[in-house]
């Protein structure tokens, strides 16, 4: 397929059951998966530890910088072990939630005993009222506390159902004071900065200071620099999009625990605010949940599904998730392969049906300016790519949210740099052994373009860079550059000037 033709929009891909062998995750990588997630509410560190190597190796094979994505549990809103058949509770009941692993000390006269979640229930006694709704399995059980005292908390059913063992809890409307980030999170994210994650997702973010908690805890402990992805499913998040947009790395609607928090009616409402505010800022964001659910037992999308991964793409989503399709489903690859098909599809009509907003370059800022610029020159003399020679990514990154028709091309010498991109709206990476000297970058730039049949003799390339090329800091020029003439090498005395 031409590069031209290739769809920009990613496609992240849980690893699970279903994907454990590096014969399946070829496949996937090769039907399309862009960045692994690895889902640390299950399996063991060795799991994950096998998991990691077997991506690593596969996207060799490939030629292919797949990153991978270390999504942390957060605190465990969950009821804990029931018996085997679990429970069916009644409207009206009342029911005595308590510590899992404790005597209760309420009186449990009249009440259904239901263990929860040790760690988090002196947290919610605390910040319950009375009258607050708890929700069970995905909002199936509703409840409403009655009474809150010490770690024990008494409710009453006001929808019944079975309740099983491990199923989660919501607290719609309740404002949280449960740290975002467990003991067991600590744990696991020093487990994936061993293994050189590329980006670390964080459940139940509620404010910016869970991020930068996060990330000052990474600097303190590591030398690397993971992306770090906010995934926005309360209220509180909601309410503090802007601040926490602004210190994430990247944004993850997780429209199912959001549809619990807020109501299922609000969520495309919001799905289209965050990745409108995502993409003015040029911060990637994904849109996660149930995409192409019924593919987890049928070969087959619905149509509903495929409108669903269609209008991301018309929002503006920088990429879309796999969850239980391609870790625990029947059909792993045939989902990418599905999922990949129909952003071609939509992309194909972005034009016309697309509600991405047009963006403007900050004010002031250099970099944002070249890459606004490239983004029009390219289109206006019919380039075939825009390469964009970056040590960090930050010029490609740039240029992603204006959302060129051209591809974009970073060009990097690191490959763990290189991966982030993957992230990324439209961006392809090419890794190269080092970035050279001024003189030598055009030719340079031929030479992997062609070598990798991105480009031929007389095709027009834009270029950006930073001048001089070795150095780091802004991108400061711009160049339409044709294919196969003649390089003019810079006087050393004229170069950033």
């Known amino acids: 397929m031409p590069y031209s033709c290739r769809r920009r929009v990613k496609i992240v891909c849980t690893l699970g059951p279903s994907t454990k062998t590096l014969e399946r995750i070829s496949s996937v990588i090769d039907a399309g998966l862009d960045v692994a997630r690895l889902n640390f509410s299950h399996g063991t560190h060795d799991f994950h530890s096998q998991n990691i190597d077997l991506v690593r190796k596969a996207a060799q094979s490939a030629g292919k910088h797949v990153a991978i994505m270390q999504d942390l549990q957060g605190p465990k809103l969950r009821c804990g072990s029931l018996p085997a058949d679990g429970i069916t509770l009644k409207a009206g009941d009342i029911v005595l939630l308590h510590p899992e692993g404790s005597t209760p000390k309420t009186s449990t006269q009249g009440k259904i005993v239901v263990p929860i979640s040790a760690e988090i229930a002196e947290g919610i006694c605390r910040d319950v009222q009375k009258g607050a709704r708890i929700l069970f399995d995905d909002g199936k059980i509703s409840t409403i506390v009655q009474k809150a005292q010490n770690t024990e908390l008494t409710v009453e059913v006001e929808v019944g159902g079975k309740l099983t063992s491990h199923k989660g809890m919501n607290l719609p409307g309740t404002p949280l004071t449960i740290p975002c980030v467990t003991e067991k999170d600590l744990e696991d994210l020093a487990f994936g900065l061993s293994k050189g994650v590329d980006a670390v997702a964080l459940s139940f973010v509620r404010t910016a200071n869970d991020i930068e908690t996060v990330r000052q805890r990474i600097r303190a402990n590591s030398n690397l620099n993971p992306l770090l992805i906010a995934k926005i499913e309360r209220e509180e998040a909601v309410e503090a999009q802007d601040s926490i947009i602004e210190v994430s790395d990247g944004l993850l609607v997780a429209r199912g625990d959001m549809a619990v928090e807020l109501g299922a009616g609000r969520v495309p409402v919001i799905q289209k605010q965050l990745i409108h505010a995502c993409n003015a800022l040029g911060v990637p964001i994904i ?47 045939e989902s990418v392969r ?3 098909q129909i952003i071609i599809e939509a992309e194909k009509a972005t034009d016309r049906y697309s509600v991405h907003a047009p963006v403007q370059p900050i004010s002031g800022s250099i970099v944002d300016s070249i890459q606004y610029s490239a983004a029009r020159i390219a289109q206006h003399t019919g380039a075939v790519a825009i390469a964009c020679v970056t040590h960090s990514g930050k010029a490609a990154r740039t240029l992603a949210k204006y959302r060129p028709t051209t591809p974009i091309l970073a060009i990097m010498d690191s490959d763990a740099s290189l991966r982030k991109m993957a992230f990324h709206w439209g961006v392809k990476g090419i890794l190269i052994p080092k970035i050279v000297a001024t003189d030598d970058i055009f030719g340079m730039i031929e030479k992997v373009l062609m070598d990798s049949g991105l480009a031929q003799l007389s095709d027009l390339v834009v270029v950006t860079a930073g001048i001089p090329t070795l150095g780091r800091g802004t991108t400061n020029t711009v160049k339409v550059h044709k294919m196969g003439a003649p390089i003019e090498r810079a006087s050393r005395n004229r170069v950033g000037g």
């Open 287 to 333: 849109t996660a949940t149930q995409m192409l659910e019924s593919m987890v037992s049928s070969p087959t999308p619905t149509r509903a599904e495929a409108n669903d991964v269609a209008n991301a793409v018309f929002d503006g989503t920088d990429a879309v998730m796999l969850s239980a399709e391609t870790a625990s489903g029947m059909y792993p690859v």
């Open 338 to 340: 599905t999922m990949s």
